[in-house]
Structure formats: C-alpha cells, structure tokens
T-cell receptor, first 114, second 110 residues
Framework: NAGVTQTPKFQVLKTGQSMTLQCAQD?????MSWYRQDPGMGLRLIHY???????DQGEVPNGYNVSRSTTEDFPLRLLSAAPSQTSVYFC?????????????FGPGTRLTVL | KNEVEQSPQNLTAQEGEFITINCSYS?????LHWLQQHPGGGIVSLFM???GKKKHGRLIATINIQEKHSSLHITASHPRDSAVYIC????????????FGTGTRLQVFP
C-alpha cells in the first residue's frame, strides 16, 4: 500500500491564482481530512469528509473548497490564493468516520503564496 | 486558552536520558493521540489511548482521565528520537474532529 499520498510536495503561487492540492489513499478509509500547519500553532482542520459524497467544514474553511467523489481521493482547491494561505498542508485519513481512530498522514505540501 | 496544552514547548536532552512530555486538555474526550513529526515533516501516529497506559518499545504513554492529563515518556533517549511530539484529542462532544496541541520540540544530543 502507498498509504496517503499528496501532490505536489512544493508549490509557489502568485496572489489570486487558483490551484488544487491532491490527496489520495489506497486503504479504503472512510474518513479524510485536510489540515494546515503554521508556526507556533497546532494543526488546524480545514475540511473533512466522513465518506464519498459527504464533506463538512472544519475550523478554517474560508478560501478553500473540497469534494469527495470517490473513497480514494479528496482534493483541496484554493479558489484565489492569498499570502495568508502560505502554510504546510497535510491530508489525513482513518478507517472509521470518526477521529476516535488511528490517523494516517500524507507527507505534506509546502505552499508559498507571493 | 487552548483546549489542548503541551509542556514543555522545547526540550533538549543528552542521549540516554529519560524524557517526559506532558499534555493537558480541558474537554471531555473519547480518545487521545500522540503523534510524532520528524524534521522532514512527515507525521506518524504513535499511540491512541482512552485509559491507562500503552507501551511500544522505548515509548510509554499514560492517561489520567479524571485529571485530564496525559504523558509521553521516552526511555533511554537517542538522537533519532529528535522530533516534534504532538498531542491531539478526539472530543467526546464531536468525534468528527481532532483538537491539536502546538507540539513539543525534542532534541536529543549524543
């Protein structure tokens, strides 16, 4: 199993550009989530999904969009990038659709918005 | 005040020392997670526990539900243990989401 994969690993955007961060898992996990990690702060939940076709907002959803058309994929879209979105982004998954479960994290995407 | 607090924020140790990292939380929980983030950035799950104690190799995690406190211990520390250790809780009132502490940065010197 590849586990949780994320692409790209690094990205530089200009303010106003849009892009999609890809996340995929091959473990048939129901629960997938996106976090951002900023210096001095804990991981913060952006959006999450408890199964295909179901998504919900986390703590910091503004400026981001998600969809979950398949169990395997959970892309994160930045609609119009802003410097405040400069961060490291992690995708995570777990078998059952609750956080009361071992979490598997992707390697992260380091995004810089100029 | 954060719902999950870790101490210390930074910790340095000599190889072989016994290390303790603490996590306190203010919400009712279903489970508590300890995660490890290496300098390369990857995050791995070390433990998930809801009571008592768990051990894996040189790592031991304990939790006291009444006191809302957990500790992560590393015995016979080694430079390869250098990482950020993150505590996260699955809140009882909303198990859809994890609440994270800000992490403890550990450096172990030879």
């Amino acid at each position: 199993n590849a586990g949780v994969t994320q692409t790209p690993k690094f990205q530089v955007l200009k303010t106003g550009q849009s892009m999609t961060l890809q996340c995929a898992q091959d473990m048939n996990h129901e629960y997938m989530s996106w976090y951002r990690q900023d210096p001095g702060m804990g991981l913060r939940l952006i959006h999450y999904s408890v199964g295909a076709g179901i998504t919900d907002q986390g703590e910091v959803p503004n400026g981001y969009n998600v969809s979950r058309s398949t169990t395997e994929d959970f892309p994160l879209r930045l609609l119009s990038a802003a410097p405040s979105q400069t961060s490291v982004y992690f995708c995570a998954s777990s078998y059952n659709p609750t956080s009361y479960n071992e979490q598997f994290f992707g390697p992260g995407t380091r995004l810089t918005v100029l | 005040k954060n719902e999950v607090e870790q101490s210390p924020q930074n910790l340095t140790a000599q190889e072989g020392e016994f290390i303790t990292i603490n996590c306190s939380y203010s919400v009712g929980i279903s489970a508590l997670h300890w995660l490890q983030q290496h300098p390369g950035g990857g995050i791995v799950s070390l433990f998930m526990l809801s009571s008592g104690k768990k051990k894996h190799g040189r790592l031991i995690a304990t939790i006291n539900i009444q006191e809302k406190h957990s500790s992560l211990h590393i015995t016979a520390s080694h430079p390869r243990d250098s990482a950020v250790y993150i505590c996260a809780v699955s809140a009882a009132h909303n198990t859809d989401k994890l609440i994270f502490g800000t992490g403890t940065r550990l450096q172990v010197f030879p």
